[in-house]
């Protein structure tokens, strides 16, 4: 059973452009976290997220996590090639039970 | 902080043979760690959750006797591919959680590319 579904799974862009990246569940989470991992590598701890409604920033990067804590955003300003790789988002529920999304495989063209 | 090693990093084995594939959390201690595999492109496949001192938790359809986990201290785990076959060639990524922290974030080794002949 995936209990987090992300949209896109794909997504080819050009630099400058902005995006958004969905992580989407029917469960409630304590925290959710985003990481980032590039090819060869492992996936790297870019924010955690863990009251409804949060917003967090981290440079061009902003995240926010749904009001009922079952859903979460990644927004892109002006990407840039070195934004390209997975995105993966994970919850932790109120068991402790951790969970990763499907992943969102992000291409910015220079 | 939260640095997590993990050797080799990249290992090509005939069919048949072990591989032992380490884990190291190098400045905080780690009462758990995980191990995932990894296709392309794709997102991590829990294989099992390791605790200090005690027996892994294996996931579903993951054989036990196959891949060997052992935590042995507070910040080392290994994972033994036991008799690989092709089909075992994976990335496998090794994680711990740092449970001084408030949320329990999991931190990534750089992971191990296993490939059986």
């Known amino acids: 059973t995936q209990l987090l579904e992300q949209s896109p799974q794909f997504l080819s862009i050009q630099e400058g452009e902005n995006l958004t990246v969905y992580c989407n569940s029917s469960?409630?989470?304590?925290?959710l976290q985003w990481y980032r991992q590039e090819p060869g590598e492992g996936p790297v701890l870019l924010v955690t997220v863990v009251t409804g409604g949060e917003v967090k920033k981290l440079k061009r990067l902003t995240f926010q996590f749904g009001d009922a804590r079952k859903d979460s955003s990644l927004h892109i300003t002006a990407a840039q090639p070195g934004d390209t790789g997975l995105y993966l988002c994970a919850g932790e529920d109120t068991g402790n039970q951790f969970y990763f999304g499907t992943g969102t495989s992000l291409t910015v063209i220079p | 902080g939260a640095v997590v090693s993990q050797h080799p990093s990249r290992v090509i084995c005939k069919s048949g043979t072990s591989v032992k594939i380490e884990c190291r959390s190098l400045?905080?201690?780690?009462?758990?760690m995980f191990w995932y595999r990894q296709f392309p492109k794709k997102s991590l496949m829990l294989m099992a959750t390791s605790n200090e001192g005690s027996k892994a938790t294996y996931e579903q359809g993951v054989e036990k006797d196959k891949f060997l986990i052992n935590h042995a201290s507070l910040t080392l785990s290994t994972l033994t591919v036991t008799s690989a076959h092709p089909e075992d060639s994976s990335f496998y990524i090794c994680?711990?959680?740092?449970?001084?922290?408030?949320?329990?974030?999991?931190?990534f080794g750089p992971g191990t590319r296993l490939t059986v002949l």
């Open positions: 400045d905080f201690q780690a009462t758990t």
């Open positions: 994680s711990a959680r740092d449970g001084s922290t408030n949320y329990n974030e999991q931190f």
């Open positions: 469960s409630v989470f304590s925290s």
